[in-house]
T-cell receptor, first 115, second 112 residues
Framework: AQSVAQPEDQVNVAEGNPLTVKCTYS??????LFWYVQYPNRGLQFLLK??????LVKGSYGFEAEFNKSQTSFHLKKPSALVSDSALYFC?????????????FGTGTRLLVSP | DGGITQSPKYLFRKEGQNVTLSCEQN?????MYWYRQDPGQGLRLIYY???????QKGDIAEGYSVSREKKESFPLTVTSAQKNPTAFYLC???????????FGSGTRLTVV
């Protein structure tokens, strides 16, 4: 069964520093990978996705993610963090070989950016 | 603007009562989903529907029921059989294959 793991419950970074939120996946077949962000008491907002093509995917709000097939990872990155980036981040995977559009989510990583 | 509307935003229920959470989308998406979110557990799939008049159980369907009579609507009923219903409920939809989900803003259900 497909799954994703987010090994860090929380990531702390100072404003202006680069940030990385980690995600590894396990799926049979070709993965479709997603990152979402959630602000308090809100739904999830789409950041970016990897389907095929370049391993470096650029998304919303200056975020990017690097797909690494050999390490089965899809880490979220941003060169310079903002305090407003503080939120809960979810990685998700969908196995496109199943024909069913179910997303499986990680447990989430809370990002705290300090001024 | 196109999107998903969930209502109400906050809902309080007495033990033993059934409650229905509304989810409406105007994105012309075929597939719709209900997830439950609890702290530290991520999102867990309750039910999903890929077309009108068809729906399937997700990973934690016990104590819940759904209907899909219209493409735009996918209401979720939390029944009295659900042992621990207090949670944040999220509705989502998706259209073309390969696309991501669009989420509603959620309903926070509290049992009092």
């Amino acid at each position: 069964a497909q799954s994703v793991a987010q090994p860090e419950d929380q990531v702390n970074v100072a404003e202006g520093n680069p940030l990385t939120v980690k995600c590894t996946y396990s799926v049979s077949g070709n993965p479709y990978l997603f990152w979402y962000v959630q602000y308090p008491n809100r739904g999830l907002q789409f950041l970016l996705k990897y389907i095929t093509g370049d391993n470096l995917v650029k998304g919303s709000y200056g975020f990017e993610a690097e797909f690494n097939k050999s390490q089965t990872s899809f880490h979220l990155k941003k060169p310079s963090a903002l305090v407003s980036d503080s939120a809960l981040y979810f990685c998700a995977v969908r196995d496109m070989n199943t024909g069913f559009q179910k997303l499986v989510f990680g447990t989430g990583t809370r990002l705290l950016v300090s001024p | 603007d196109g999107g998903i509307t969930q209502s109400p935003k906050y809902l309080f229920r007495k033990e033993g009562q059934n409650v229905t959470l509304s989810c409406e989308q105007n994105l012309n998406h075929d597939a719709m989903y209900w997830y439950r979110q609890d702290p530290g557990q991520g999102l867990r799939l309750i039910y999903y529907s890929q077309i009108v008049n068809d729906f399937q159980k997700g990973d934690i369907a016990e104590g819940y029921s759904v209907s899909r009579e219209k493409k735009e609507s996918f209401p979720l009923t939390v029944t009295s059989a659900q042992k621990n219903p207090t949670a944040f409920y999220l509705c989502a939809s998706t259209g073309a294959l390969g696309g991501g989900y669009t989420f509603g803003s959620g309903t926070r259900l509290t049992v009092v």
